[in-house]
């Protein structure tokens, strides 16, 4: 009975030690991360203080800390150089261990977490294979699969090959992604080197983590390093035996490949890149808003709890997804994201870029440049910062707001003008046709008059752009205009004048 009663205690253990892995650790009334790509430490800790901490957003996705090899190339240094460890040293462009530790304590005071990008599936590569100097003056030899500063050596890795068929899991997992050497996770020192690794970001103050490349890695493997993992600090003001947050990158787009996004959700959160394709392509104009209605689940994407959901990345705005530089379609998807009830939200900040492969701002030393911060709350110095842009901040407010809150009154034409409303607690509309939105649909909110969130804010109980009067019926005269700069109508029980 005792044996009995013990097995059954350890079983609730592990269950307890992988089901809290969902939790972000959101402080009250914040919500969704924010991912600063290439932003230095010291940066992110004055950005939390002035502006993500009292504007209520959840948390932010920092780049790799730890030390990665310098690719030198004319006139730039890429920024996926970031994704090609060196070592677990803590020192990159954005700043040594010191700077990331007093950003993770300044942030967590003001209630924004923070979440590392960690690359544990491989090492770095370099040109030609030959010697290649970190971030922290590490050297280390691909070709040899040497790298010192851990230490790894050849047995730590799987067997040199390529990734030819992604239908082959063997390959998918075992093989090298684009030449980069990859770590063998069943190996127990390699095991040992990772969990040592993702305990001292704990133990620093982190949330949580992002997984890079975990479709690359044996879900075994990762459940065995996981459930290693310290319980978040307390000094950080995390609740005794919290979990770290587990976002993990699996693209899983058509559906035939044989490693799916639910292998992975026993362990967290996985990456929905199906949800940023559909945003591309009804806000691109590709297909009606109307489809919408039942989003998410009912489209066969993974779980709401399941699913990180994004309108772009670091990645795909390189590619086909919507970005910054297609403002009005992008803003609207953004609002959707913001207003809709599925997934765990995160929204891209970025830095502008020609080329594919463009770095962050850097001076000529290749030292980061940091964001100036205009007069409109925008950002300069090559920074694009689409989480100061009014439309996105307003709609963080919207869904911190109304998030827990039903969807209710559903309104389409069949084509692309759309409005539902979230409770009793906000309403939004969408104008994506060649033609003026005009109608009178019910919100669910209490009469008065409101300010449209997108369009202006509540100043000294005024608002500085359009207003929407709720009559005592709760029904309202939404207008879009098709030529309009946003395309979108929201407003709360908090922009209430």
Known sequence: MVEANMFVWILAALAVSVSAQWDPHFAPGHSTIVHLFEWKWNDIALECERFLGPRGFGGIQVSPP????????PGNRPWYERYQP???KLITRSGDEAAFADMVRRCNNVGVRIYPDIIINHMAAHPGLAEGTGTGGSVANPGLRDFPAVPYGPSDFNPSCSINDWNNIY???NCELVGLPDLNQAVPWVRDRIVDFLNHLIDLGVAGFRVDAAKHMWPGDMEIIFNRLNNLNTAHGFAPNSRAFMAQEVIDRSGTEPIRSFHYTHLGTVTEFRFSDYMARQFGGHDALAWLRNFGEGWNMLPSRD???FVDNH?????HALSY???RPYKMATAFAAAYPYGQLRIMSSFAFERGDQGPPADANGNLIPPSINADNTCGNGWICEHR???ITNMIKFRNLCWGTSLQNWWDNGQNKIAFGRGNCGFIAFNNQNADFLEVLQTGLPPGIYCDIISGDVVNHACTGKTVTVLADGRASIHIPQSGEDGVVAFH?????
């Not at 990645?315 to 590619?319: A, E, G, H, L």
């Open 325 to 327: 530089k297609v403002p």
């Open 307 to 309: 699913a990180l959901v």
């Open 389 to 391: 842009w009014r439309q």
């Open 493 to 497: 029980i908090q922009s209430r004048l």
């Open 86 to 88: 060196q070592s677990y």
């Open 171 to 173: 390959e998918v997992r």
């Open 66 to 73: 730890n030390e990665n090899v310098i690719v030198q190339q």
């Open 315 to 319: 990645d795909n705005q390189r590619d």
